[in-house]
């Protein structure tokens, strides 16, 4: 009889776990018609997203990141990137966005369905992802890809210090999901940061050495899953020293940059900018409030983690939208919190009446609303998912870089602006396919783009609207370049294209 409930409890939750991730699928696609890789857009992709993707045209070409091409990322965002190329060469990464998205959503799903039930955890699920529509921000970031493995370590926790469920393969799974936001940005993994430490004090306080041992080994054998074979292919590709410097030492002098993103008004700025939300507002006072009540030790280490989370997004001092992805997950926890207690009052209408109350004031107020407003815009999208909503001036500097150039050769755009490789299918000339802001924050950068650009002498050098300066001028004059196209022939602040 026993085995029986059982079985019938393993069906019932596997139907439940296949439902939840097809819907989870639904949603994501849907959202994901806000994404600037969307194959019906045939729109520029956003600044950062077009540098990943010109890495990985670069890594399709035979040419390593950091070694061959300067970015400052984490290898496993170039990685997607070029999977992603290899489904399509313009709006496949929108795939492994959809893949990514589905995990995130099904994961918060299951974080919310450890302390309410199914229809409470739809809800926290929806209000949890609609922080998304304020921080998204075109797509393609280093935080999309971060969010499902971030759900699965929350999950993970998450199910051990409340329910004691753990297992090899689990600890795994949570040392791989740690290694991946290492391998995306190492500012990301405040979750195993404090979780892990608390712990490890508990075991090292009873005495569960044993325990304490198999944690070890196992999240151990996860991370080196992961970063290990990454590093070796970097290191047998000669990237691993200018990964070093280009990840690890770059980053630290970009968070710590002299000037006004380095002070700390600039970090509380961001800090109370990432939290002057309703939702993350609400989270953080159901975690104060829950710290008192039972799992003392689950909801303050959440707590701890949450605060850790905010410090860490904040240490650039800048505040990026898309920075906030990594909040989504982490609300999903303390909102099921609240839920729970609904459903623990006593008298059932009650419970049911506040319910409800909530869920519909959720929903017309921080739900649909921003989903009303993405769904009724699929039929133009759709009709209309032939046009080019390229700029001309874009299209017009591809025309003249595709006429003038092979693919074989190098071309180098001065600025910000890796649209340009992308869109022609040209390799970038130097080891910078961009050069600001990066060299503001490290003026050898620029010096060294200078140089470089005297050895290889790329047959076409476009110039970003607004960033022609005395280094480019320079280069340009000393090396006998002629302008053949521009924007605005009245004004040199407009894009412009010069040919030796």
């Known amino acids: 009889m026993e085995k029986t409930k059982k079985k019938r409890s393993l069906i019932s939750s596997n139907q439940e776990n296949i439902i939840a991730f097809l819907v ?75 893949i990514f998205f589905a995990v995130t959503i099904f994961m918060i799903y299951k974080i919310a369905r450890l302390s309410c039930r199914g229809n409470s955890a739809i809800v926290v699920m929806l209000i949890s992802i609609s922080l998304l529509f304020g921080y998204f921000e075109g797509g393609n970031f280093t935080e999309e890809y971060a969010m499902p493995f971030l759900a699965i370590g929350i999950f993970i926790f998450i199910d051990y210090l409340k329910n004691k469920k753990i297992s090899m393969m689990r600890l795994i799974l949570s040392g791989f999901s740690c290694g991946a936001v290492l391998l995306l940005r190492p500012n990301m993994i405040a979750v195993w940061v404090t979780f ?76 109370f900018s990432f939290l002057n939300t309703s939702v993350c507002i609400v989270a953080f006072f159901s975690m104060l409030y829950h710290c008192k009540e039972k799992n003392k030790i689950l909801n303050g280490t959440y707590l701890a983690y949450m605060i850790v989370n905010l410090l860490l997004i904040c240490m650039s001092g800048m505040v990026y939208l898309h920075y906030g992805m990594i909040i989504v997950p982490m609300v999903s926890y303390p909102l099921s919190l609240i839920f729970s207690d609904i459903e623990d009052i006593e008298i059932n209408s009650v419970s049911k009446v506040i319910s ?15 989903w009303i ?98 280094n480019i001028s320079s280069f340009l004059e000393d090396n006998e370049y002629e302008l053949i196209w521009s924007e605005n022939k009245e004004t040199m602040d407009k894009a412009l294209v010069y040919m030796r």
């Open 24 to 98: 989870s699928t639904v949603i994501a696609f849907f959202f994901l018609l806000k994404s600037w890789q969307h194959p019906w857009l045939n729109m520029e992709t956003g600044t950062d997203s077009s540098v990943f993707k010109t890495i990985a045209m670069m890594m399709e070409k035979g040419y390593m990141p950091y070694r061959d091409s300067f970015d400052h990322k984490g290898p496993l965002l170039y990685i997607l990137n070029w999977i992603g190329g290899k489904i399509s060469s313009y709006g496949g990464i929108w795939v492994i966005e959809l």
């Open 196 to 271: 892990c430490i608390v712990i490890f004090v508990i075991h090292i306080w009873n005495r569960n050495w044993k325990e304490l041992g198999n944690m070890i080994v196992g999240f151990s054998m996860g991370v080196l899953l992961i970063v290990l074979p990454i590093l070796i292919w970097l290191a047998i590709n000669q990237s691993l020293l200018p990964f070093w410097e280009d990840y690890i030492l770059f980053n630290t002098q970009y968070t710590s940059e002299e000037g006004s993103r380095a002070l700390f008004s600039a970090k509380c700025d961001a800090f």
């Open 356 to 370: 409800i109350l909530i869920s519909i004031y959720a929903l017309s107020n921080i739900i649909l609303p921003n």
């Open 373 to 470: 407003e993405t769904v009724k815009g699929l039929p133009n999208t759709y009709e209309n998912r032939k046009d080019c909503n390229i700029s001309d001036t874009t299209m017009t500097i591809a025309k003249i870089v595709e006429e003038n150039t092979g693919e074989s050769e190098k071309i180098s755009v001065y600025g910000n602006w890796d649209f340009i490789y992308v869109l022609t299918n040209r390799t970038h000339a130097t080891r910078y396919s961009y050069q600001f802001p990066i060299a503001e924050v490290k003026p050898e950068i620029m010096e060294e783009y200078i140089s470089q650009m005297e050895d290889e002498q790329p047959p076409i050098v476009v110039i970003q609207a607004g960033y022609k300066d005395d």
